[in-house]
């Protein structure tokens, strides 16, 4: 105890040597605050005995103390439903955050499909170009062979007019014919296929 504060305080007009181990302002403070109540008490008790004066500063005392723990019971309460309401709101947020990188992760991929999509229409598109320059080749030249079938049944029919035609070139003519006739067959059939193949492109398309 040799380490104990000593201090000499005043409490309703009676000196006290208070010894303990808290600081001298401290006790001092609470010394200061005893006797403002027993002095705000015996104004009010006139010609009251200090003992009475010092029991009621003492009741006075003890309700402040109990209003003050039912008080800090009652933060301490809402306290914990701060708490829970934080850990509440914490999980929404977490909850929002997770459900956000989902949709981030989401959006990537569909992003991904899209440029994938993309990139396959424009492979069509210049696939249905190709057929379409492919299918104006053939009918180019499905003209040309007509003209020439054309030209060819025309000589056909002066051959059968004329009789100064031989034979020979008579049979020239008309093998010349057939592998016109063939080739243009032919190439009816790959118009036809092309046109096809075109027609069912602009259906994926579509």
Known sequence: MSDATKVTVKIYNKEYVIAGEKPREYIEKLAAYVDQVMQTIGRSAIGGAASEVATLACLNIADEYHVFMDEHED????????????AHYTQLWEDAKKNFLQYKDETSAA??????????????????????KATVTKDEKIADLEGKL????QKLKTREESAAISDEQGRHLEDAYKELEGNFFELQMENIQLKGELDRIRKQEG
């Open 75 to 86: 933060s301490g309460k809402e306290k914990i439903k701060m708490q829970k309401e934080i």
């Open 111 to 132: 992003l991904a499909q899209k440029d994938k999509l993309q990139q396959k229409l424009n492979e069509k598109s210049i696939e249905n170009d190709n057929l379409l």
């Open 150 to 153: 054309v030209q060819l049944a």
